[in-house]
């Protein structure tokens, strides 16, 4: 019994076999057809174009986004440009200033400098000249001192011409300084004399060196006028220009 279904299963099987073999040429044969092909060609022909053009579409919008955020980048650099340069020009101004600046400064100094030693070179002239004058004063005095003992024999000399020629003691009055003989009277004359012409070249040499600084001095001054003038001529000039 079970040999018998068995058997029946099988020739069933081959039935439906030989069924679909029978079948499915004639389905490929349909679809084959040439009408059918062409179309499916066109079809094809025209998907491959959408997707190309879908693609092209993609990267021209792409492009499109990259262009407008480089053109938004580019006013941002513009702008970073304009705003770089303007704090180029300012800080060139600024230094332009400065450097003005530090120039008038420099020259500021520089004729403070030579006012300073010119002021300086006249202190010490006038100072020099100061002692000059006390050297000066004291060999006027030693001077003074001199002609002093000079008179003094000049009027012992007369007097003892007077005892000689009156023959009387009455011409002993006049004042003469008769407790100094005539020999002492030398003496000290010698002494005055000497110290009469070292107070004086003293004197001289005194006033030679404040002649000579305060001569200096007066160099400085037109040093620092000259100095002045070339300035304020080149002051002139920057603005002028």
């Not at 030679?208 to 100095?227: F, G, I, N, P, Y």
Request: net charge neutral; hydrophobic share 40%; no cysteine.
């Amino acid at each position: 019994m079970n040999h018998q279904t068995n058997h029946n299963t099988l020739v069933s099987l081959a039935i439906a076999f030989i069924f679909t073999l029978t079948i499915i040429p004639y389905a490929v044969s349909e679809q084959a057809a040439p009408g059918n092909a062409k179309a499916l060609l066109d079809e094809a022909k025209k998907n491959q174009v959408e997707r190309k053009r879908a693609a092209m579409q993609k990267e021209l919008d792409r492009l499109d986004e990259d262009l407008k955020q480089d053109q938004t980048e580019l006013v941002e650099v513009e702008h970073n440009i304009a705003d770089v340069g303007n704090a180029v020009n300012e800080s060139k101004k600024n230094t332009e200033s400065l450097a003005g600046r530090r120039k008038n400064v420099t020259q500021d100094l520089e004729l403070l400098a030579l006012r300073a030693e010119a002021e300086k070179l006249k202190t010490e002239g006038l100072n020099l000249l100061n002692i000059a004058h006390e050297k000066a004063k004291e060999a006027l005095t030693k001077r003074s001192e001199e002609l002093d003992i000079k008179r003094a024999i000049v009027s012992a000399e007369f007097v003892k011409t007077e005892e000689v020629q009156t023959g009387s003691e009455s011409a002993r009055s006049v004042k003469s300084d008769s407790f100094r003989t005539m020999s002492e009277l030398r003496r000290n004359l010698d002494k005055a004399a000497n110290k009469a012409a070292l107070a004086n070249y003293r004197a001289r040499e005194a006033m030679d060196a404040a002649s000579k600084r305060l001569h200096q001095a007066e160099d400085a001054a037109a040093k620092v006028e000259k100095k002045q003038a070339e300035f304020a001529s080149e002051k002139l000039v920057h603005v002028t220009q």
